[in-house]
């Protein structure tokens, strides 16, 4: 090995070089129509260095080059190393010719892998180079769905992760077909354990001034929970932090401290308005308080669980498998688990609410999944409904349901690549506290975040000063709920003798106020509404009602 020339010093001015490498990744590519093969390589100085043979050599020399295997090069060409995709630092890359040779040889150190990490505060400060693709290790600390997406004329998935490095620093990560499929499985199986991601050869993109990392066509690897020195000593820094992974859904694996839930939200959680977590450029995890104002059922409010895995299931035509197998007896029904890829029987509910909320400087949605929610209804799913089958009407709500609207909570949210990278307007439940005294000391504590809300309140008082009437919907609970505005032209009308005022939503800078006498007043609706099925808050209720409190 003592005549072979390190990579780095292998440069265009002649072509007998002589080079003991490993291979570290073999693809083919197809681009305009030409086919090549492409490959990454070490040596034993951990320096990498693209490799192409054009189509006429690839046939004779596949065989010989393997993932993994050693073997030494000689008399082969060398051009410069450009593009937006290149795979090594190195300025050149080699070509095989017509004169070159491939020959087995000893097994490199299994330890030389050419890994070269880079640190995400260096990603989100643009000191990188995009056109390289980048070597990035990280432990993951939420994973979102798989999407299935039209890209072209064919179908592809895409998943959505969040990963972070010792330092802390959170990184967005989007993969796409097969990766995303497989990290997908490995989510679903996790429980309790510290999972650490290596994304080889990924590709830097920016996005609405927010930098992420995804696959690369397929010259990427993921590797998942690796062995090799680098990400085992990552792995035990992590360790020394005293941060746990714990399992809260089977498509979301959360990062928390060891800390009471109260301290999380008061002392270790950054708090954000709503207007703030819409406007928000990166990923992170926040609480806030907020107010419910309807519950979305647009894809309703509960789904089929696999009583095995836990996934959604889908259900099967029963009439049409009676027609297809005659001579078998079907005793309840079928349900398809993509997860566990067979027919179950063995089905249960799961919550999965949509929440419209709102504070005083804006409002959006909040998705809660099964855990989160039974601790906002304090029941089951399949408590409050005797079905066994998919939702037929989802904007019939049980009552426990419907008396959730109008009441505050504390929500910790989490902030992910899908809605600062693709602008999703719904947000994922972390936890969320529902103790009055909890959002009550919360409140008080909170200092006013903008000049126009500190306006709002000061009108909210001018109101109260007036006695302006509130209309409020009958309740036989202790706590009375405000009403609901829509942001349609449905107003509350006031009446006196044959005149009508009209007491609108919109904001008028030079607005004049009526002097009545409100105990003189009766209020009527323009519109009867079902009782809190999608009831709204105006935000003129909202805080009418905390200030009265």
């Known amino acids: 090995m003592s005549s072979s020339t390190d990579l780095y010093s292998v440069k265009p001015f002649k072509t007998q070089w002589r080079v003991y490498v490993k291979i570290l990744k073999v693809w083919k590519q197809y681009l305009n129509g030409v086919e090549t093969l492409e490959m990454v390589v070490v040596d034993e100085k951990n320096q990498t260095m693209h490799v192409t043979l054009k189509k006429e050599f690839i046939k004779k020399n596949e065989n010989l080059l393997e993932e993994g295997a050693s073997r030494i090069f000689t008399n082969f060409q060398v051009a410069h190393n450009g593009g937006k995709f290149r795979t090594s630092p190195h300025v050149y890359k ?27 505060s260096d990603i989100h400060e643009g000191k990188m180079n995009p056109d390289f693709l980048i070597d990035a290790i990280g432990q993951i600390v939420s994973i979102g769905d798989v999407e299935i997406l039209n890209v072209g004329k064919r179908q592809t998935k895409r998943l959505s992760m969040e990963i972070r490095d010792t330092e802390n ?50 010259c990427s690897m993921v590797i998942t929970d690796p062995v090799f020195p680098e990400s085992l000593a990552f792995k035990e820094r992590l360790l020394k932090d005293g941060l746990t992974l714990t399992y809260t859904h089977p498509n979301q694996l959360t990062i928390v401290n060891s800390v009471s839930v109260r301290d999380d939200f008061f002392l ?83 919550f999965m609410l949509t929440f419209r909320v709102m504070d005083n400087t804006g409002e959006t949605k909040f998705l809660l999944f099964d855990q989160e929610a039974k601790e906002v209804v304090n029941q089951s799913a399949a408590q409050l409904t005797q079905s066994v089958n998919e939702i037929q009407d989802p904007d019939v709500l049980p009552l426990a349901l419907s008396n959730i609207c109008g009441k505050t909570f504390l929500f910790k949210i989490a902030i992910a690549s899908s809605n600062v990278v693709f602008n999703s307007d719904t947000y994922k439940v972390i936890s969320i506290i ?59 009308e006031v009446i006196k003798d044959t005149d009508e005022y009209s007491a609108a939503k919109k904001k008028c800078k030079d607005e004049k106020t009526v002097q009545t006498n409100p105990s003189t007043l009766p209020l009527k609706t323009v519109k009867t509404e079902k009782p809190c099925l999608r009831t709204e808050i105006s935000y003129w209720n909202y805080f009418v009602m905390h200030l009265s409190v």
């Open 169 to 218: 620093v959170r990184l967005n990560c989007v993969l796409w077909g097969q990766f995303a499929e497989n990290l997908e499985s490995v989510a679903q199986h996790a429980n309790d354990v510290v999972i650490v991601a290596v994304l080889r050869f990924g590709k830097l993109k920016l996005y609405q001034g927010v930098w992420s990392v995804g696959n690369c066509y397929n």
């Open 434 to 492: 529902t103790q009055s005294d909890v959002v009550k000391e919360f409140s008080e504590i909170s200092t006013p975040q903008s000049t126009p809300s500190i306006k709002i309140e000061e009108k909210a008082h001018n109101a109260l000063d007036e006695k302006v009437p509130l209309m409020i919907m009958d309740d036989d609970d202790a706590e009375i709920t405000p009403t609901s505005k829509r942001k349609s032209n449905e107003k509350l």
């Open 94 to 120: 080699i070509l095989f010719a017509s004169t070159k040779s491939v020959k087995p040889a000893e097994e490199m150190d299994p330890r030389i892998l050419g890994f070269k990490f880079v640190k995400f």
């Open 268 to 350: 270790h959680s950054p708090r954000k308005t709503i207007s703030e977590i819409i406007a928000a450029s990166e990923v992170v995890k926040c609480v806030t308080m907020a107010t419910i104002m309807s519950i979305d059922t647009e894809y309703g409010w509960y789904y089929m669980s696999c009583g095995a895995c836990s996934k959604k299931v889908l259900p099967h035509d029963m009439d049409y498998l009676k027609e297809l197998y005659p001579r078998k007896t079907f005793k309840k029904q079928l349900w398809q688990c993509k997860k566990c890829n067979e027919d179950v029987e063995n089905v249960y509910l799961s």
